[in-house]
């Protein structure tokens, strides 16, 4: 039988002016009390916003969206936790659609909007056994910003694609209502479902590219993502190879 489990995320919702980083005060309200799934933490202001792999996310305060979301997904394979990165993602894009055509997920973990980076999404999961134990999913999304400190590759925000303010109460309430749609789909165990809308929004799929790993810089093309997350690429030579996070990079798309 599926797991029919449901999550409603932002239930409840929890405001701080300023914090570290949501995703380190939802692992420390993990480690000490009893958390309802879905519980999102919502911040004003980071001063130490979490990226990828020690990478830093910089955002004005009281301009964007910065909060962290707790799940619970211990129907899930360890093996198989990308599932979550692909229902954030996709969850994202169809925020994003209703003000622009042009937008795509850059793999692993990067929202481009009109070609320039909207969002980033950083999951930091906990496992027990073979499964998934708890899920802390941070989304930094930015809405109203239109300066960027130097050295922010190629940021954008809604407001400088759009030209205008957004509520960010309201922004907030719409994609909390298309996470809960995407991730119950996860819930299903709808895992087809959830790859293809993955792959359909992902960027430079099916396409011939540019792409640089740890030997040489060559032409490929992205046909798939495994389960586990890695990226397969065809060569041009007919090999196809799975690359983990950090062992490929596309040449700059701007």
Not at 199 to 207: A, D, F, I, P, S
Request: glycine content about 8%.
């Amino acid at each position: 039988m599926p797991h029919m489990k449901k999550v409603s995320v932002g239930h409840p919702l929890i405001r701080l002016q300023s914090v570290d980083s949501t995703n380190a005060y939802a692992t420390r309200l993990l480690q000490k009390s009893k958390v309802n799934e879905g519980t999102v933490i919502l911040a004003e202001y980071q001063t130490m916003g979490k990226g990828q792999v020690g990478n830093r996310w910089v955002s004005e305060a009281g301009s964007n969206l910065l909060f962290s979301l707790i799940l619970r997904p211990d129907f899930l394979l360890a093996e198989r936790q990308f599932y979550i990165s692909m229902c954030v993602s996709s969850a994202i894009v169809d925020f994003l659609l209703p003000f622009s055509n042009d937008v795509f997920t850059k793999w692993p973990n990067d929202i481009l909007l009109n070609r320039k980076k909207v969002a980033g999404i950083l999951i930091e999961n906990s496992i027990m056994h073979k499964n998934l134990h708890t899920s802390v999913v941070g989304i930094g999304l930015n809405v109203n910003q239109s300066e960027f400190p130097p050295g922010v590759p190629n940021p954008t925000s809604l407001s400088l694609v759009t030209g205008r303010q957004f509520n960010l109460s309201a922004s907030r309430k719409l994609l909390l209502k298309s996470l809960t749609l995407h991730l119950n789909k996860l819930y299903g165990q709808r895992f087809g479902e959830i790859k293809t809308l993955y792959l359909n929004n992902l960027h430079g799929m099916n396409e011939w590219a540019m792409y640089t790993d740890s030997t040489r810089t060559f032409e490929g093309r992205i046909v798939d993502v495994a389960d586990t997350g890695e990226l397969i690429v065809v060569h041009r030579t007919g090999s196809t190879r799975q690359y983990g996070f950090r062992e490929i990079e596309s040449t700059p798309i701007y």
